[in-house]
């Protein structure tokens, strides 16, 4: 079975057009190749990053929840929910966009505020504690949250320049050598024809 090629006409000018474009082709796949290559970096670097937030945000969680069931059994859940209602936000957050190789996820900034005093009266000091540890764990899982969702966003560009580099690899520019290779030999064999003409109308010219 033949091989498949563009349906362009065999002439000089298709053939340096089709030429040109094949270089463009070319450069541009190892580009992608390359923004291929440091997009696996990254997802690397980011999965490090995103196991040991994960471990850290656990573990802080368990410290946190445990303190409150402590402070749970002391104050009751009525006095519990009190409590919160008069206690302010403990931490602050904030979120901006950042790109990294044309892939753009929030970048999360959170820190810790300092915690004011919601009254004596029906508190128990089991409270401090966990509205502290509570905070700790959001830091981590808001710090979490933006590498997950990077990780995520990356790996998806890394999956996309992956299939562009081996279309552009395995289909579109073989199509194009091949297209290239076929008018080289259609200008070839031609050129000879028409030399062979040439030979055979100077020989009856001699005769």
């Known amino acids: 079975m033949a091989q498949q090629t563009l349906r362009v006409p065999p002439t000089k000018n298709t053939l340096l057009t089709l030429k040109k474009q094949a270089h463009f082709l070319e450069q541009g796949h190892d580009l992608l190749e390359r923004k291929r290559e440091l ?13 040991r937030l994960r471990t850290e945000a656990e573990q802080a969680l368990q410290r946190a929840y445990r303190l409150l069931a402590i402070t749970h059994l002391r104050m009751g859940s009525r006095g519990l ?7 302010d936000p403990a931490l602050s957050v904030e979120i901006l966009p950042r790109r990294s190789l044309g892939v753009e996820y929030p970048a999360v900034t959170a820190d810790r505020l300092p915690l004011t005093p919601v009254g004596l009266f029906g ?5 401090d504690d966990a509205r502290t540890a509570l905070a700790e764990a959001a830091v981590l899982l808001a710090r979490l949250g933006e ?9 998806e560009e890394q999956r996309k320049a992956q299939k562009r580099v081996n279309a552009l690899k395995y289909n579109i520019i073989p199509l194009y050598r091949r297209t290239i290779h076929f008018i080289q030999s259609s200008l070839e064999e031609e050129e000879r024809n028409t030399l062979f003409q040439v030979k055979i109308l100077r020989e009856r010219a001699t005769v």
């Open 147 to 155: 590498v997950e969702i990077a990780l995520h966003r990356l790996l």
């Open 123 to 127: 508190t128990d000091a089991s409270f």
């Open 39 to 51: 997009l696996t970096r990254l997802v690397y670097e980011r999965i490090g990053d995103y196991r």
């Open 81 to 87: 929910e009190q409590a919160a209602l008069g206690a």
